[in-house]
């Protein structure tokens, strides 16, 4: 079978941002269960270690939320009892933590590394103070920089930053109150691009670029509902998407998935598992986890996403389990259309299908594929099919086409 990864959820952060829809609370470093989240997931992992036995353990993500805030220490009780379950280590076993810039210092990455973190995931999020203070972020200008310096000083092997583009902020001087049709001020290209030089210059090896999404039952999403919140047009986002790929790329960072660039050979590898379709073990409150059976088939859970429930659950030997979905063989080759098509490189449709025991082409699927290859928005050799780079942002929509 395919080497797996495990996603371990850690659901707190010094503050809520106003654009996240991510299971996250706010708390403060003291305030937190350190060892007794750690000793809850042990506990879960007891239960799901049957699923990771004989298998390949390929990637371990911590996210968030903010696990930067979690005591390393704990965190590496954590990591070694994955490590334990596992029935394999891969070679190159990739150990990632997302970090925010005001929560990662260099004692702080020193102190990952010594537990056995090979790569952070810094927030940056940007390099302007007024977009960064309209995001709700607690880091300035050169917060961010300052914590991709500070880990790359303290060892770590490998480090991404993320930054988010297409940030619509109101005008200078028209007050902290928006409304709508009020002057605004855009990102420009050029911006974007000195954003992403700057990053990259720091020497990142991956650097993940996001368009900022206004997500209902989001702070922005019910400002945005009110109209009170200033939005960047289509053109102002598809500007400044080209203007980081030109920069990162001059930096040498490879556009190899829609919002992902790295060095050669440093891409996210356990973004890639779930970009593949590969299996992934969740872990933790509010954890997805997607584990297949022997016919093709797969499950898909997510753990409860109340914190304090989760913990007394797992340390009382029980799973929280908010919702549990059987994926028939059908269901995933059609997510490994939607994300494999994300990639660059594109997927081997035949041969997931052949994994899944599915056909590849149904007769409806060929005559939209054969459409989409007449109008230039898909490539197909040998049963490998991949979105070209002119039509790479409709990627969605094609692979919908494709269902
Ligand atoms: S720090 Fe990250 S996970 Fe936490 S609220 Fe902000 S965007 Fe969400």
Request: glycine share 40%; net charge neutral.
């Given at each position: 079978m395919e080497p797996m990864g495990v996603y371990v959820h850690f659901p707190w952060c010094l503050k809520k941002c106003p654009y996240c829809d991510f299971v996250s609370f706010a708390a403060t470093r003291d305030g937190l269960e350190h060892d007794r989240y750690a000793d809850a997931i042990l506990g879960e992992l007891a239960q799901r270690s049957e699923s990771l036995a004989g298998r390949s353990l390929a990637t371990v993500f911590f996210g968030g939320g903010t696990p930067s805030l979690w005591e390393p220490r704990a965190l590496g009780r954590v990591l070694d009892a994955i490590k334990a379950a596992a029935g394999r280590l891969a070679g190159d076993l990739e150990i990632t933590v997302e970090c925010n810039p005001s929560s990662l210092d260099e004692d702080r990455a020193r102190a990952l590394v010594d537990v056995g973190v090979n790569r952070l995931s810094v927030g940056v999020q940007g390099t302007d103070a007024e977009r960064l203070e309209f995001l709700g972020r607690l880091h300035g200008a050169e917060g961010g920089l300052a914590a991709v310096r500070a880990a790359i000083r303290a060892g770590v092997p490998r480090v991404s930053a993320d930054l988010i583009y297409g940030v619509s902020t109101p005008?200078?001087?028209?007050?902290p109150r928006y409304l709508a049709g009020a002057p605004t001020r855009e990102q420009t290209p050029r911006e974007a691009a000195e954003e992403a030089r700057r990053v990259a210059e720091t020497g990142v090896t991956h650097v993940s670029a996001y368009s900022l999404t206004i997500e209902p039952g989001t702070q922005f999403g019910e400002l945005s509902r009110r109209g009170k919140l200033p939005v960047a047009s289509e053109e102002v986002v598809a500007d400044a998407f080209f203007a980081i790929e030109d920069a990162l790329g001059s930096a040498g960072l490879l556009h190899y998935e829609i919002s992902n660039y790295a060095r050669p050979g440093d891409e996210a590898r356990h973004n890639l598992g779930y970009w593949r379709g590969h299996d992934y073990l969740g872990l933790g409150c509010a954890a997805f986890g997607t584990v297949s059976r022997p016919d093709g088939a797969a499950v898909r859970y997510r753990n409860g996403t109340d914190p304090a429930r989760y913990m007394r659950a797992a340390l009382a030997g029980e799973l929280s389990v908010e919702s549990e979905e059987p994926l028939d063989a059908e269901t995933r080759l059609r997510e490994r259309i939607m994300l494999g098509l994300r990639l660059r490189e594109g997927f081997d449709l035949e041969r997931s299908a052949r994994e899944l025991g599915v056909p590849a082409w149904t007769d409806a699927r060929k005559r939209a594929a054969e459409r989409l290859q007449a109008r230039g928005k898909l490539v197909i050799e040998d049963g490998h099919v991949r979105v070209p780079r002119e039509a790479w942002v409709l990627a969605d929509g094609i692979a919908a086409e494709l269902f």
């Open positions: 005008a200078p001087g028209s007050g």
